[in-house]
């Protein structure tokens, strides 16, 4: 894997992670042995419930030497094995994946996407993501206090456990308010970085002012 695709990988790695509610602790995290590196681990990666895993990335498929790979440096470091990657090579590998228990993430198919009509296809999407994000594209879901109120929480904080302790529920209820919300159609459906989720929520509270007082003015023109 060349060094560009091994970053890009990474950084695909992460942000999937955050989306799901785990906090990222460290990136090449190295093992040592006295003052000898031994070994390296993508990203060291914590869940909602504090259980923390050694997370193996691969810009391909996932074949039984990544899978071992996976399992040998997550018990280097006594942490869960994870490994990021498309999808398996073959059965050996899924086989091997169960018998070792490495929690497998497959990455979507939109990073599988390689010829010159699904690249176009691909950039269009990044661009609407882009402008969803920040606000532009219109939203048709309305949201209650109840949604103006976790929205405020993402928004003003600085990750995912502030905001959850300022609304005073855990990690598991938050990710649990966020799919309601994307569910409604409130918050896009598709992975979002803690820090796409606090823009695009401060977006969608301000649209929602904007809204309020148009409506409000509209009521007293009529």
């Not at 999937?16 to 681990?41: M, P, W, Y």
């Not at 010829?115 to 879901?141: D, N, Q, R």
């Not at 302790?165 to 919300?181: A, F, P």
Request: with cysteine.
């Amino acid at each position: 894997m060349s060094k560009v695709k091994g970053l890009s990988s990474e950084r695909i790695a992460k942000r999937l992670l955050e989306s799901r509610g785990f906090h990222i602790l460290s990136t090449r995290h190295e093992i040592k042995e006295g003052d000898e590196k031994v070994a390296e681990v993508d990203i060291i990666a914590e869940d909602s419930n504090g259980e923390r895993y050694a997370v193996e990335v691969k810009a391909g498929k996932g074949d039984v030497n990544s899978i071992r790979q996976a399992y040998a440096n997550a018990k280097l470091c006594e942490y869960k094995p994870m490994l990021i990657c498309k999808g398996y090579t073959d059965d050996a590998a899924r086989k091997a994946a169960l018998k070792l228990d490495v929690k497998v993430v497959e990455l979507s198919e939109y990073y599988l996407l390689l010829e010159p009509e699904e690249l176009e296809s691909i950039i269009k999407k990044c661009v609407e993501e882009v402008f969803e994000t920040h606000g532009f594209l219109p939203y048709s879901a309305e949201i209650d206090d109840k949604d103006r109120k976790l929205l405020k929480a993402i928004s003003t904080a600085k990750n995912f456990d502030e905001a959850a302790e300022q609304i005073k529920i855990n990690r598991k209820e938050l990710g649990k308010k966020i799919e309601d919300l994307t569910t409604r159609g409130i918050l896009p459906k598709r992975s979002l970085s803690f820090r796409d989720l606090k823009r695009c929520s401060s977006s969608i509270l301000a649209r929602s002012e904007i809204m309020s007082k148009l409506n409000e003015i509209e009521r007293k023109l009529k």
